[in-house]
Protein backbone atom coordinates (compact mmCIF):
# COMPACT_ATOMS: atom_id res chain seq x y z
CA UNK A 1 0.00 0.00 0.00
CA UNK A 2 1.10 3.64 -0.87
CA UNK A 3 0.95 6.69 1.57
CA UNK A 4 -1.42 7.94 -0.02
CA UNK A 5 -4.13 5.17 -0.66
CA UNK A 6 -6.87 5.09 1.28
CA UNK A 7 -6.93 2.79 3.52
CA UNK A 8 -9.13 -0.62 3.33
CA UNK A 9 -11.60 0.56 6.27
CA UNK A 10 -12.59 3.69 3.83
CA UNK A 11 -10.42 6.12 6.03
CA UNK A 12 -8.59 8.92 5.08
CA UNK A 13 -4.54 8.60 5.16
CA UNK A 14 -3.10 10.75 7.76
CA UNK A 15 -1.21 13.26 5.19
CA UNK A 16 -4.21 14.01 3.52
CA UNK A 17 -5.83 14.85 6.90
CA UNK A 18 -3.01 16.80 8.26
CA UNK A 19 -2.61 19.33 4.70
CA UNK A 20 -6.31 19.50 5.39
CA UNK A 21 -6.01 20.66 8.82
CA UNK A 22 -2.95 23.15 8.36
CA UNK A 23 -5.21 24.84 5.61
CA UNK A 24 -7.80 25.35 7.90
CA UNK A 25 -5.84 26.00 11.28
CA UNK A 26 -2.22 27.07 10.45
CA UNK A 27 1.37 24.87 10.52
CA UNK A 28 1.41 24.54 13.92
CA UNK A 29 1.79 22.04 16.52
CA UNK A 30 1.10 22.66 20.00
CA UNK A 31 3.47 20.14 22.07
CA UNK A 32 1.85 18.84 25.20
CA UNK A 33 4.87 18.42 27.54
CA UNK A 34 4.45 18.68 31.38
CA UNK A 35 7.70 19.42 32.99
CA UNK A 36 8.56 19.53 36.50
CA UNK A 37 8.95 23.19 36.10
CA UNK A 38 5.88 23.93 33.96
CA UNK A 39 3.95 22.23 36.62
CA UNK A 40 5.74 24.51 39.14
CA UNK A 41 4.63 27.29 37.63
CA UNK A 42 0.88 26.12 37.09
CA UNK A 43 0.70 25.67 40.95
CA UNK A 44 0.29 22.21 40.13
CA UNK A 45 1.57 19.35 41.02
CA UNK A 46 4.09 16.60 39.97
CA UNK A 47 2.19 13.94 40.02
CA UNK A 48 -0.67 12.01 37.54
CA UNK A 49 -3.55 14.77 39.13
CA UNK A 50 -1.09 17.51 37.98
CA UNK A 51 -0.43 16.01 34.61
CA UNK A 52 -4.12 15.52 33.66
CA UNK A 53 -4.90 19.16 34.75
CA UNK A 54 -2.19 20.37 32.92
CA UNK A 55 -2.56 18.29 29.58
CA UNK A 56 -6.63 19.05 29.49
CA UNK A 57 -6.13 22.82 29.91
CA UNK A 58 -3.64 22.89 27.52
CA UNK A 59 -6.26 20.71 24.78
CA UNK A 60 -8.93 23.04 26.40
CA UNK A 61 -7.14 25.72 24.69
CA UNK A 62 -5.60 25.32 21.92
CA UNK A 63 -7.94 21.89 20.61
CA UNK A 64 -10.12 22.97 17.63
CA UNK A 65 -7.58 26.02 16.81
CA UNK A 66 -4.31 24.01 15.87
CA UNK A 67 -3.45 21.78 13.18
CA UNK A 68 -2.49 19.16 15.63
CA UNK A 69 -1.26 18.70 19.66
CA UNK A 70 1.99 16.32 20.38
CA UNK A 71 2.01 15.11 24.23
CA UNK A 72 5.41 13.68 25.00
CA UNK A 73 5.34 10.43 26.30
CA UNK A 74 8.31 10.54 28.82
CA UNK A 75 6.34 13.29 30.59
CA UNK A 76 3.53 11.04 31.16
CA UNK A 77 5.63 7.56 31.30
CA UNK A 78 7.89 8.99 34.53
CA UNK A 79 4.83 8.63 36.80
CA UNK A 80 4.50 4.99 35.72
CA UNK A 81 0.94 3.39 34.69
CA UNK A 82 -0.94 6.32 36.56
CA UNK A 83 0.97 8.48 33.76
CA UNK A 84 0.54 6.60 31.10
CA UNK A 85 -3.43 6.10 32.00
CA UNK A 86 -3.56 10.42 31.85
CA UNK A 87 -1.70 9.91 28.72
CA UNK A 88 -4.61 7.52 27.29
CA UNK A 89 -6.92 9.90 28.57
CA UNK A 90 -5.04 12.81 26.66
CA UNK A 91 -4.78 10.90 23.35
CA UNK A 92 -8.99 10.22 23.30
CA UNK A 93 -9.62 13.51 24.64
CA UNK A 94 -7.67 15.25 21.63
CA UNK A 95 -9.08 12.65 19.35
CA UNK A 96 -12.37 13.72 20.26
CA UNK A 97 -12.29 17.15 19.49
CA UNK A 98 -10.95 16.46 16.04
CA UNK A 99 -7.57 18.22 16.44
CA UNK A 100 -4.53 15.83 15.52
CA UNK A 101 -2.79 13.33 17.94
CA UNK A 102 0.82 13.05 17.34
CA UNK A 103 1.99 10.29 20.04
CA UNK A 104 5.69 11.87 20.70
CA UNK A 105 7.78 8.22 21.94
CA UNK A 106 10.29 7.77 19.44
CA UNK A 107 10.10 3.96 19.56
CA UNK A 108 11.96 2.01 17.55
CA UNK A 109 13.23 -1.83 17.96
CA UNK A 110 13.84 -4.69 15.82
CA UNK A 111 10.82 -6.05 13.48
CA UNK A 112 9.36 -8.63 15.69
CA UNK A 113 9.09 -5.97 18.63
CA UNK A 114 8.30 -3.55 16.45
CA UNK A 115 5.24 -5.22 15.93
CA UNK A 116 3.88 -4.90 19.20
CA UNK A 117 5.11 -0.69 19.31
CA UNK A 118 2.62 -0.67 16.41
CA UNK A 119 0.12 -2.49 18.10
CA UNK A 120 0.10 -0.23 21.17
CA UNK A 121 0.50 2.86 19.16
CA UNK A 122 -1.55 2.33 15.16
CA UNK A 123 -4.21 -0.01 15.83
CA UNK A 124 -7.67 1.53 15.88
CA UNK A 125 -9.04 0.63 19.37
CA UNK A 126 -5.85 0.69 21.24
CA UNK A 127 -6.15 3.20 24.25
CA UNK A 128 -2.48 4.44 23.00
CA UNK A 129 -3.26 4.80 19.66
CA UNK A 130 -3.13 9.22 17.96
CA UNK A 131 -2.83 9.97 14.46
CA UNK A 132 0.54 9.46 14.06
CA UNK A 133 3.63 8.40 16.29
CA UNK A 134 7.06 9.38 16.18
CA UNK A 135 9.64 6.70 15.08
CA UNK A 136 13.36 6.40 15.54
CA UNK A 137 15.31 4.31 12.38
CA UNK A 138 18.35 3.96 13.85
CA UNK A 139 18.14 0.37 13.99
CA UNK A 140 17.40 0.00 10.09
CA UNK A 141 14.57 1.79 8.24
CA UNK A 142 13.25 -1.57 7.51
CA UNK A 143 12.61 -2.65 11.30
CA UNK A 144 10.35 -0.22 10.93
CA UNK A 145 7.94 -2.09 8.83
CA UNK A 146 5.39 -2.90 10.71
CA UNK A 147 4.93 0.57 12.16
CA UNK A 148 4.25 1.98 8.42
CA UNK A 149 2.21 -1.10 7.48
CA UNK A 150 -0.53 -0.38 10.67
CA UNK A 151 0.13 2.94 9.82
CA UNK A 152 -0.74 2.90 6.46
CA UNK A 153 -3.52 0.51 6.92
CA UNK A 154 -5.01 2.49 9.71
CA UNK A 155 -4.91 5.70 8.65
CA UNK A 156 -2.53 7.14 10.97
CA UNK A 157 0.90 8.38 9.69
CA UNK A 158 4.56 8.28 11.44
CA UNK A 159 7.18 10.92 11.97
CA UNK A 160 10.47 8.92 11.30
CA UNK A 161 13.23 11.21 12.71
CA UNK A 162 15.65 12.14 10.34
CA UNK A 163 17.69 15.69 11.00
CA UNK A 164 16.62 16.26 14.86
CA UNK A 165 16.64 19.19 16.54
CA UNK A 166 19.77 18.81 19.36
CA UNK A 167 23.08 19.03 18.20
CA UNK A 168 23.97 15.54 19.39
CA UNK A 169 22.07 14.14 16.42
CA UNK A 170 24.82 15.19 13.95
CA UNK A 171 27.07 11.93 15.30
CA UNK A 172 24.29 9.49 13.56
CA UNK A 173 22.57 11.41 10.85
CA UNK A 174 25.64 12.93 9.20
CA UNK A 175 27.43 9.97 9.33
CA UNK A 176 27.96 8.82 5.69
CA UNK A 177 27.24 4.81 4.23
CA UNK A 178 29.91 3.23 2.47
CA UNK A 179 28.19 4.75 -0.70
CA UNK A 180 28.93 8.28 0.60
CA UNK A 181 25.21 8.75 1.28
CA UNK A 182 24.82 10.27 4.38
CA UNK A 183 22.29 8.36 6.87
CA UNK A 184 19.68 11.09 7.05
CA UNK A 185 19.69 11.14 3.26
CA UNK A 186 18.94 7.29 3.28
CA UNK A 187 16.02 7.44 6.18
CA UNK A 188 14.57 10.68 3.33
CA UNK A 189 14.80 8.37 0.46
CA UNK A 190 12.99 5.67 2.19
CA UNK A 191 10.08 8.04 3.44
CA UNK A 192 10.09 9.70 -0.15
CA UNK A 193 10.00 5.67 -1.39
CA UNK A 194 6.55 4.85 0.35
CA UNK A 195 4.75 8.56 -0.17
CA UNK A 196 5.12 8.38 -4.43
CA UNK A 197 2.20 9.43 -5.99
CA UNK A 198 0.24 10.47 -2.92
CA UNK A 199 -1.57 13.62 -3.03
CA UNK A 200 -1.50 15.97 -1.37
CA UNK A 201 1.03 14.57 1.04
CA UNK A 202 2.12 11.37 2.04
CA UNK A 203 1.26 9.64 5.31
CA UNK A 204 5.24 8.72 6.52
CA UNK A 205 6.30 12.05 7.55
CA UNK A 206 10.15 12.85 9.08
CA UNK A 207 11.05 15.03 12.22
CA UNK A 208 12.98 17.84 10.82
CA UNK A 209 14.66 20.54 14.00
CA UNK A 210 14.04 24.10 12.91
CA UNK A 211 17.00 24.42 14.52
CA UNK A 212 19.45 22.11 12.14
CA UNK A 213 20.98 25.34 9.75
CA UNK A 214 22.36 24.24 6.58
CA UNK A 215 22.25 21.21 7.78
CA UNK A 216 19.93 19.06 5.01
CA UNK A 217 22.23 20.56 2.53
CA UNK A 218 24.93 19.54 3.89
CA UNK A 219 23.92 15.67 4.36
CA UNK A 220 22.04 15.92 1.05
CA UNK A 221 18.84 15.13 2.11
CA UNK A 222 15.86 16.68 -0.50
CA UNK A 223 13.35 17.83 1.74
CA UNK A 224 11.02 18.57 -0.91
CA UNK A 225 11.31 14.76 -2.74
CA UNK A 226 10.23 13.24 0.21
CA UNK A 227 6.54 14.29 -0.50
CA UNK A 228 5.32 14.01 3.14
CA UNK A 229 4.85 15.72 6.53
CA UNK A 230 7.54 17.38 7.98
CA UNK A 231 7.06 17.58 11.94
CA UNK A 232 9.57 20.28 12.79
CA UNK A 233 10.48 20.54 16.64
CA UNK A 234 12.78 23.63 18.09
CA UNK A 235 10.57 26.48 17.29
CA UNK A 236 9.99 28.65 20.40
CA UNK A 237 12.03 27.56 23.62
CA UNK A 238 15.04 25.73 21.80
CA UNK A 239 15.77 29.53 19.83
CA UNK A 240 14.62 28.98 16.34
CA UNK A 241 11.98 31.63 14.97
CA UNK A 242 10.24 32.33 11.43
CA UNK A 243 13.72 33.21 10.25
CA UNK A 244 14.92 29.64 10.57
CA UNK A 245 11.57 28.01 9.97
CA UNK A 246 12.34 29.80 6.07
CA UNK A 247 15.74 28.88 5.42
CA UNK A 248 15.48 25.29 6.90
CA UNK A 249 12.23 24.30 4.64
CA UNK A 250 12.57 26.48 1.61
CA UNK A 251 11.36 24.74 -1.40
CA UNK A 252 9.73 22.37 1.44
CA UNK A 253 7.87 24.68 2.95
CA UNK A 254 4.53 24.14 2.58
CA UNK A 255 4.81 20.10 4.03
CA UNK A 256 5.97 21.68 7.16
CA UNK A 257 4.17 21.62 10.42
CA UNK A 258 6.31 23.23 13.32
CA UNK A 259 6.12 22.35 16.62
CA UNK A 260 6.51 24.75 19.70
CA UNK A 261 5.98 22.93 23.14
CA UNK A 262 8.00 25.43 26.00
CA UNK A 263 7.34 28.31 23.87
CA UNK A 264 3.46 28.12 24.26
CA UNK A 265 3.26 26.47 27.74
CA UNK A 266 5.01 29.11 29.29
CA UNK A 267 2.12 31.17 28.79
CA UNK A 268 -0.57 29.33 30.99
CA UNK A 269 -2.02 27.64 32.95
CA UNK A 270 -4.90 31.08 31.64
CA UNK A 271 -6.42 29.71 28.84
CA UNK A 272 -6.58 33.21 27.05
CA UNK A 273 -2.97 33.64 27.37
CA UNK A 274 -2.19 29.98 25.96
CA UNK A 275 -4.52 30.70 23.07
CA UNK A 276 -2.86 34.20 22.31
CA UNK A 277 0.66 32.41 22.38
CA UNK A 278 -0.79 29.35 19.81
CA UNK A 279 -2.11 31.71 17.34
CA UNK A 280 1.08 34.40 17.43
CA UNK A 281 3.44 31.22 16.74
CA UNK A 282 0.45 30.10 14.62
CA UNK A 283 0.35 33.11 12.63
CA UNK A 284 4.59 33.70 13.02
CA UNK A 285 5.31 30.36 11.49
CA UNK A 286 2.28 30.27 8.22
CA UNK A 287 4.17 33.55 7.72
CA UNK A 288 7.42 32.17 7.54
CA UNK A 289 6.52 28.88 5.83
CA UNK A 290 3.97 31.22 2.89
O1 LIG B 1 14.35 16.46 17.02
C1 LIG B 1 13.51 16.53 17.93
C2 LIG B 1 12.51 15.60 18.10
C3 LIG B 1 11.58 15.79 19.08
N1 LIG B 1 11.64 16.85 19.90
C4 LIG B 1 10.59 16.98 20.94
O2 LIG B 1 9.84 18.16 20.70
C5 LIG B 1 9.57 18.81 21.93
C6 LIG B 1 10.27 20.16 21.95
O3 LIG B 1 9.91 20.88 23.09
P1 LIG B 1 10.25 22.46 23.24
O4 LIG B 1 9.76 22.77 24.61
O5 LIG B 1 9.46 23.19 22.18
O6 LIG B 1 11.70 22.59 23.09
C7 LIG B 1 10.04 17.88 23.03
O7 LIG B 1 8.96 17.03 23.39
C8 LIG B 1 11.12 17.08 22.36
O8 LIG B 1 11.31 15.80 22.90
C9 LIG B 1 12.62 17.77 19.74
O9 LIG B 1 12.72 18.77 20.48
N2 LIG B 1 13.55 17.59 18.75
Known amino acids: MTSGAATPGGATPFGARLAAAMDEHGPLCVGIDPHVG??????????????????LTVLDAVAGRVAAVKPQSALFERHGSAGVAVL???????????TLVIVDAKRGDIGSTMDGYADAYLRDG???????LTVSPYLGFGSLDPAVDAALASGRGL????????????????ARTEDGVSVAAVMAGRAAALNAGADPLGSIGLVVGATIGDSAARTGVDLAAVNGPLLAPGVGAQ????????????????????????GVLRAGPDLAALRTAARTAAHEAAAALR
Open 38 to 55: LLDAWGLTDDAAGLRTFA
Open 88 to 98: EEVVAAGRETG
Open 126 to 132: SPLAGDA
Open 159 to 174: FVLCLTSNKEGHEVQH
Open 239 to 262: GAGPRELAAVFGAARRQVLASSSR
